[in-house]
C-alpha cells in the first residue's frame, strides 16, 4: 500500500530536549516536504526536498533542520524545541506535478 | 513566488444549500492548482486538481472548480452541501517550472448545520 508514515504520532517533551520526527515513504517520490499546521495559520511550509541531498527553507524553517540522506527517508529535527513549536506536523510526499501524499501527522506538545 | 489567499476563514451553511469556498492565487509563472480537504482529525486528501485543458475541474463528492486565469482564482463549488462536508478546505498552488513545491492557503472551515 503506497503511504507516508510518520513517527510519532503524538509527543510530549520540555525545552531544549532534542527531538527528532521520522517520515518515511514506499513510493520512491523524489519530492517530500514538512508542513506545521495551526489554528488559523493553515499549513505552513517548513522545509522541502526535491530530492536526495537537495533541501530548501519554507515559509518557517527557524528552529527545524532536516535531511535528506536517501529518497524513501525526510526526517524533521528540533535541536532545542521551545513552547512556540508547539503544533500539529504533516510530512508528505509527491513524484512529479500528482498529488501530495500525507502522513497522518504527528501532535508535538513542548512544555 | 506563489502565494494563496482563501477570503474566507469559516463559512456557515444550512445543508442542502450550495456554498463557494474563494480562492485567489499570484504567481509570475503559470501554475497548478489544487484544493484539498481535511475532515476533522484526519489529514489531508484531495479533492480536485487543475493542470490544464478544461477550467471546470470536477472532483470527488461531488465538488468542482473554476480556474479563471484573468482574474487568478480557483473557486471551489458544491450545488448541495451534506452535513458530512463539514471540514476544512485548502486550496493550494504549485507552479509549472520545476517539479512544483506546493503552497497552501490558510483554509477555510466548513460548517454544514442542519
Known amino acids: 500500500e503506497a503511504q507516508v508514515t510518520q513517527n510519532p504520532r503524538y509527543l510530549i517533551t520540555v525545552t531544549g530536549k532534542k527531538l527528532t520526527v521520522t517520515c518515511s515513504q514506499n513510493?520512491?517520490?523524489?519530492?517530500m516536504s514538512w508542513y506545521r499546521q495551526d489554528p488559523g495559520l493553515g499549513l505552513r511550509q517548513i522545509y522541502y526536498s526535491m530530492n536526495v541531498e537537495v533541501t530548501d527553507k519554507g515559509d518557517v524553517p527557524e528552529g527545524y533542520k532536516v535531511s535528506r540522506k536517501e529518497k524513501r527517508n525526510f526526517p524533521l529535527i528540533l535541536e532545542s524545541p521551545s513552547p512556540n513549536q508547539t503544533s500539529l506536523y504533516f510530512c508528505?510526499?509527491?513524484?512529479?506535478?500528482?498529488?501530495?501524499?500525507f502522513g497522518s501527522g504527528t501532535q508535538l506538545s513542548v512544555l | 513566488a506563489q502565494s494563496v489567499t482563501q477570503l474566507d476563514s469559516q463559512v456557515p451553511v444550512f445543508e442542502e444549500a450550495p456554498v463557494e469556498l474563494r480562492c485567489n492565487y499570484s504567481?509570475?509563472?503559470?501554475?497548478?492548482l489544487f484544493w484539498y480537504v481535511q475532515y476533522p482529525n484526519q489529514g489531508l486528501q484531495l479533492l480536485l486538481k487543475?493542470?490544464?485543458?478544461?477550467?471546470l475541474v470536477k472532483g470527488i463528492n461531488g465538488f468542482e472548480a473554476e480556474f479563471n486565469k484573468s482574474q487568478t482564482s480557483f473557486h471551489l463549488r458544491k450545488p448541495s452541501v451534506h452535513i458530512s462536508d463539514t471540514a476544512e478546505y485548502f486550496c493550494a498552488v504549485s507552479d509549472r517550472g520545476s517539479q512544483g513545491n506546493l503552497i497552501f492557503g490558510k483554509g477555510t472551515k466548513l460548517s454544514v448545520k442542519p
Open positions: 513510493m520512491n517520490h523524489e519530492y
Open positions: 508528505a510526499s509527491k513524484g512529479g506535478y500528482e498529488k501530495l501524499f
Open positions: 504567481s509570475s509563472v503559470s501554475v497548478y
Open positions: 487543475y493542470l490544464s485543458g478544461s477550467t
